[in-house]
């Protein structure tokens, strides 16, 4: 059974203030139909927006936001379990640092840990344990875990859920005339630096990083695909019956 890593972002999540239990109430309607034929294993944020949930602590400081991480973590994996529960998939968690990846032993222990889960049809959810990673809270979201983790715990795939249709030829919320890629075998070297505005944010959106989680497969023989998570048919169109509606593919197609 070929395996799958699905990374959903917090904006695929939240409407800027709260979790949405609809839209997980979506993903997970989407994983029990693609757990038919796949091994699936989850990558979720969204830890930081449900602490804000219950405590308007000052999200500009580190600090603040890894105690939000730690106040989100339970209630953000209590709302995944009750839904997924009504699929009657049992969940596990399982969070991880890119540090854990510089160790063999480290990420072997992990990946015996998600086999035996998978073969116990449990549906493994990963999150970054931001409450310590401080480096991976600064530069933010999960697009270069879930690379390490597809390619560690050797998924065959690595979807990354987004707010855009795909990878275009330029940033659409500036340029409406922007092309989407349907489908990348390399990418320049120019466009994995990370740049930022006046006001420290990225000034690509995190478009950078999902371009570096993909260099990082690619190179490794890997494939990743970016697609739009508010149209999760089409990515049941792709992975189900091979019909790419939208979406990039990042790799070589066999
Ligand atoms: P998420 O929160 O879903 O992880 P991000 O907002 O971090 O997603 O990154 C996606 C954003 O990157 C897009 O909404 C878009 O504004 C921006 N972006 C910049 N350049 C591009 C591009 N060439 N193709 C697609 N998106 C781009």
Known sequence: MKRIVIKVG???????????????????????????KFEIILVTSGAVASGYTKLRL???????????????????????RKIFESYKILNAQILLCGHDFDSCSCTQNAK????????????????????????????????RLSAHIAYYFDADLLVILSDIDGYFDKNPHEFPEAKLIKHITSIPEQNLKTTYDPHGHFATGGIVTKLIAADFLMKRGKKMFLCNGAKLEDLEAFLLEGIQRSGTIFGESK
């Open 58 to 80: 000052d999200k500009s400081l580190i600090s603040h936001k890894q105690a939000l991480a730690s106040i989100g973590q339970p209630l953000l994996l209590e709302t995944y």
């Open 112 to 143: 015996d840990t998600i086999e035996v889960l998978l073969s116990n049809k449990v549906l493994p959810i990963i999150n970054e344990n931001d409450a310590l990673a401080t480096a991976e809270l600064k530069f933010g979201d999960n697009d």
């Open 10 to 36: 917090t904006s695929n999540l939240s409407d800027g203030e709260t979790i949405l239990s609809e839209a997980i109430e979506r993903i997970a309607r989407s994983i029990a139909r693609l757990r038919e």
